[in-house]
């Protein structure tokens, strides 16, 4: 069956320091998704992503976040000087454009200390 | 805007015991609802929907009916199993290709 695969599973990184998670959506979807769920909390929405560029974001995905699909397989969320309150597991979703189900990965977990 | 309210866990029941997960929502036009569930370790997964005032939709034994007058789409099953301990989240999307918005989730425990 296939499936949305994440990378890395788990980082721990210094606070300001620039991180990159990656995403390997299902090959034939054409709708790409960030989302996060800080630990306890609501998975919240941070951007989707269609026609290579973004079609919406929420008003956590500010200026220190971007995404890029840089060679037609990956979608990559950036975070380019992180805070504490970055921490959380963060999920990467793709969408099929003829059943329009979600299909969402197993969660890349940041620790930002 | 628009946003999805359940119950608060977390839920302990005995294996066989009736579950319900109460959930509401608010929104302007007329969204399709959704149960997700995530298994420990695991991603989200979709676990049932609806697309319309008074569908149903089931899977797995678990039901769900989108219920317009009341604004809730309350998730059900007859008997609980073991396997059923997860995390589960209520959500709603104001069209097939717009964004899933997310309640805050039920952890569900089954004792045997």
């Known amino acids: 069956e296939p499936e949305v695969t994440q990378t890395p599973s788990h980082q721990v990184t210094q606070m300001g320091q620039e991180v990159i998670l990656r995403c390997v959506p299902i090959?034939?979807?054409?709708?790409f998704y960030w989302y996060r769920q800080i630990l306890g909390q609501k998975v919240e929405f941070l951007v989707s992503f269609y026609n290579n560029e973004i079609s919406e974001k929420s008003e956590i995905f500010d200026d220190q976040f971007s995404v890029e699909r840089p060679d037609g397989s990956n979608f990559t969320l950036k975070i380019r000087s992180t805070k504490l309150e970055d921490s959380a597991m963060y999920f990467c979703?793709?969408?099929?454009?003829?059943?329009?189900?979600?299909?969402f990965g197993e969660g890349s977990r940041l620790t930002v200390l | 805007g628009d946003s999805v309210t359940q119950m608060e866990g977390p839920v302990t029941l005995s294996e066989e015991a009736f579950l319900t997960i109460n959930c509401t929502y608010t929104?302007?036009?007329?969204?399709?609802l959704f149960w997700y569930v995530q298994y420990p370790g695991e991603g989200l997964q979709l676990l049932l929907k609806?697309?319309?005032?008074?569908d149903k939709g089931s899977n797995k034994g678990f039901e769900a009916t989108y219920r317009k007058e009341t604004t809730s789409f309350h998730l059900e099953k007859g008997s609980v199993q073991v396997s059923d301990s997860a995390v589960y989240f209520c959500a709603l999307s104001d069209s097939w290709d717009d964004k899933i918005i997310f309640g805050k989730g039920t952890r569900l425990h089954i004792l045997p």
């Open positions: 609806a697309t319309k005032a008074d």
């Open positions: 090959s034939n979807h054409l709708y």
């Open positions: 929104a302007t036009g007329y969204p399709s």
């Open positions: 979703a793709s969408r099929s454009g003829v059943t329009g189900e979600l299909f």
